[in-house]
DNA sequence: TTTAGGG
DNA sequence: CCCTAAA
């Protein structure tokens, strides 16, 4: 087989020269990507890191108080069925301030009733984009409501004379839909519009089809077809797009691949990242363990922002536990007729992150105690989240319902679990996570009348059972866990069995036993979660379709950059699989296709494609056939 | 990080 | 879709 595809590439190669020829990947890769401002990405990551932070931070700090929103701050009343309030406050007082404010006050104005507009949460770490000429960095944020109308905003900043571009993402697959955003989604864009027509703002809409000119690259093959330059977006095709450009420079930009990217390289890290408190004796028998403990190793700045993002974290849960008792809406998001059943749970325990400590035998029990309390300490004030575990996997698409993750009604006491999870990106390399959990207790899951909302995972989300919080960091106690539950309290519905969250604390010397480093057997596949499947749509295989008569097969970045881009969930990888599948279904019968059927003169330009660019695909280039023959 | 290919 | 060697 492989004999034979070499002979055919010789053949092709002498007759047909590529056109495209196919540059080396460093070269390529030098044309396309231009990473010359580090250090003007980070600052201005900072600085927009700084505003969401504060954002949220603010937000929910002062979101039990009730004062009349003002110049720079603003409130969002929200009535659920006339049972519930409760209000957000939104200031900004970072530097970007002016920009987010008036686009929250803007919008706001028509969205009386539609909470928060305003929740950036920041999420993405710079990174410079492949094929602009542009210094730039991404930033991605998050806010329920912007997600929901996918609106891209991008903010220029008349101080930034360096013509930095930022991205800002309020796509991102974090959060999750509220169908009341969904609802008030023309309501959001005229908002927006209105905004942008009070000239703060100039505004872009892009559909589908991307505005963004692409270089062109067209075989000769294919010189005479149209270069629709289709570029398929991470949801529907239909999906507005919302631009918002300040006066000058700084711009706020979405680049979602790249946090994809991230994720996918934070999900493969984590397993074999871990906690290690590894001091010498001396460092124990410090009498004040508490500031020259684990927290020590952290830059100082880089701790306050952890700190900054469990509160936002916080904020937002809180809010989803909102958004999720608001039941009309949410029928409505289910897609389904039908009431959906609902979920109820009590919750035992958590799983906790596994903690990997390392001490001397020579080190006393005291010293033990407060370097897993260091530890302990570090991971709450890092970012902590809540994981899902279903049937031993973690369900980590938080889009997903329950009904697709597979949490019914029906679930029993093996199928359901949360676990506690840190995530400090970039953590000390002292210090290391390992996501793993030692103790399981799985939570109960009991039945419920289905005429209540569903509760989504998120219920329980984020939620460090008090005693544990407590007995850990009196300021997180203070200022967060009590705020969480009473929030969840108030979300959780009256019923007669559903206690309050009894949570064991998990920090006793059973759930944090010591396991030396080297061993780290067998749970840590629990976090290789499979992705959902996504099949492709007939637009998607025609994006895919033209994008590789243009570009060749073998040039998957440059097809995921061309076709898919704004398309998260399809790596190049996606797209190369898929394409070897659509070379696979055009060469079987139509009655051995499954799955929604591709049109057929799709497939016939995929067979066209491949006969054409598969000889393009030989590894060495025509020079080298020789020394090639030469060894044969 | 991308490509290529097997599972 | 996943995994991973190789580049």
Known sequence: ???????????????????????????????????????????????????????????????????????????????????????????????????????????????DALPTILDPRLKELPHSEDDSGSDHASIVTNSDFIRNINTKLIIEDNEDKKGNMYDANFGDDRAEMHPEAVEKQSVGLTSLKTYVSKGCLKPCVHTGVSNKSYTSVHAPFYKDRVNVNKNIR???????????????????????SRSRARFRRMRKM?????????????????????????????????????????????????????YHGSKNSYIKEAGSESIPNLVKFSIKSFKVPDLYVEVPETATVGSLKRSVMEAVKTILHGTLHVGVVVQGKKVRDDNRTLQQSGISQN???????????????EASPFLAVKEETLSCNPPQCLSRDPTSPIIDECFSNSSPDPPFVASLDNHIEKNEGNDIFATEAKTQEPVEDSKALVLVPPLDAEVLAMVPLSENSTKRYEFSQRRTRRPFSVSEVEALVEAVETLGAGRWRDVKMRAFRDADHRTYVDLKDKWKTLVHTASISPQQRRGEPVPQNLLDRVLAAHAYWSPHQAKQPAKTQKTSEAQM
């Not at 984590?270 to 001091?279: L, Q, T």
């Open 270 to 322: 984590m397993p074999s990242r871990y906690w290690k408190v590894a001091r010498k004796l001396k460092d124990y028998e410090l009498p004040n363990s508490n500031s020259g403990g684990v927290k020590s190793f952290y830059h100082k700045r880089k701790h306050i922002y952890m700190r900054e993002r469990f509160q936002a974290d916080a904020a937002n849960k809180r809010r989803k536990l909102f």
């Open 411 to 425: 679930c029993n006491l093996e199928t359901l679990g949360f676990t506690l999870e840190s995530s400090l990106p």
């Open 234 to 256: 991470d949801n529907d095709d239909d999906e507005k797009y919302l631009r918002y450009n300040n006066r000058n420079n700084t711009r706020l930009r979405a680049f979602g």
């Open 1 to 111: 087989m492989v004999l034979k595809k070499k002979i055919h590439n010789r053949g092709f190669h002498d007759l047909l020269a590529p056109v495209i020829p196919k540059a080396p990947r460093s070269f390529r890769r030098r044309c396309l990507r231009n990473k010359s401002s580090e250090d003007g990405e980070i600052c201005a990551f900072e600085l927009l890191a700084a505003a969401a932070d504060k954002l949220l931070q603010e937000q929910e700090s002062e979101s039990s108080t009730s004062s009349i929103g003002s110049k720079g701050k603003e409130q969002v009343s929200i009535d659920d069925e006339g049972a519930k309030h409760e209000q957000f406050e939104v200031k900004v007082d970072v530097e970007v301030k002016p920009v987010i404010s008036d686009l929250v006050s803007g919008a706001e104005s028509e969205l």
